[in-house]
């Protein structure tokens, strides 16, 4: 495995998405965003926020074996779609996260 070759290919798809303008934005702050967000739900003792923090880490594993491996075949342009559908449902489960301690009577902690 060479770690180089995953740098470059992500790299490469930060930049591509970079380049496509607000809808490129919006991918990478989703995308970047779900671990730091999930991280500081777990921080605030809510194990539910453990599945969009695990989904993030093999969606990011996923990306960098694809990479550093052959075993992958060359997906397309369609690959990126399964991907932001597994992010949606990591923010999904965060929202479920946070809304499952909120109470109307109590602000959020």
Request: hydrophobic share 60%; charged share 15%.
């Amino acid at each position: 495995m060479d770690f180089g070759d995953a740098a470059w290919g992500i790299g490469r798809d930060i930049d591509e998405l970079r380049s496509t303008g607000a809808f490129g934005w919006i991918v990478l702050t989703l995308t970047f965003g779900l671990p730091v967000a999930s991280f500081v739900v777990l921080v605030a003792r809510n194990l539910l926020a453990l599945i969009p923090l695990c989904i993030s880490a093999g969606l990011f594993a996923l990306w960098a074996l694809y990479y550093t491996t052959d075993w992958f075949s060359n997906p397309g342009q369609g690959a990126w779609a399964a991907a932001m559908l597994g992010v949606v449902i990591g923010w999904l489960v965060l929202a479920i996260a946070l809304l499952s301690r909120w109470r109307p009577d109590r602000p959020l902690r």
